[in-house]
């Protein structure tokens, strides 16, 4: 079992940064890849970003790729998502999984995550 909790969320104007925190307990965070997901009112939850158990390797979707960093740190157990240069149509709410996985994986699929947090609101103004 993985225990995750989202933080970091917030309301900010168009153009802003927000970095989004994920911190995990129980099973052993290094053995895991880790994602970002979100979901707007009306819509799916859809695949932002994820990062396999090293950090060596990283996905995102096309829409937030130069705007979004996904990190993480082993040592403290925590994910990260630095979100810069924000849009109103990023508005939604933040969600982090888990998926234990070999080294290099970076599953971008919500199937290969058995374990998530409860997200995290993040509204962006025009």
């Known amino acids: 079992q993985v225990q995750l909790v989202e933080s970091g969320g917030g309301l900010v104007q168009a153009g802003g940064s927000l970095r989004l925190s994920c911190t995990a307990s129980?099973?052993?965070?290094?053995?895991?890849?880790m994602g970002w997901f979100r979901q707007a009112p009306g819509k799916e939850r859809e695949f932002v970003a994820a990062?396999?158990?090293?950090?060596?390797?990283?996905s995102y979707v096309d829409s937030v790729k130069g705007r979004f960093t996904i990190s993480r740190d082993n040592a403290k157990n925590t994910l990260y998502l630095q979100m810069n240069s924000l849009k109103p149509e990023d508005t939604a709410v933040y969600y982090c999984?888990?998926?234990?996985?070999?080294?290099?994986?970076?599953?971008?699929?919500?199937?290969?995550?058995?374990?998530w947090g409860q997200g995290t609101q993040v509204t962006v103004s025009s």
């Open positions: 999984a888990a998926s234990p996985r070999s080294y290099y994986e970076t599953p971008v699929t919500q199937v290969a995550y058995p374990y």
């Open positions: 990062i396999a158990r090293i950090g060596s390797s990283r």
């Open positions: 129980g099973r052993t965070f290094s053995s895991c890849a």
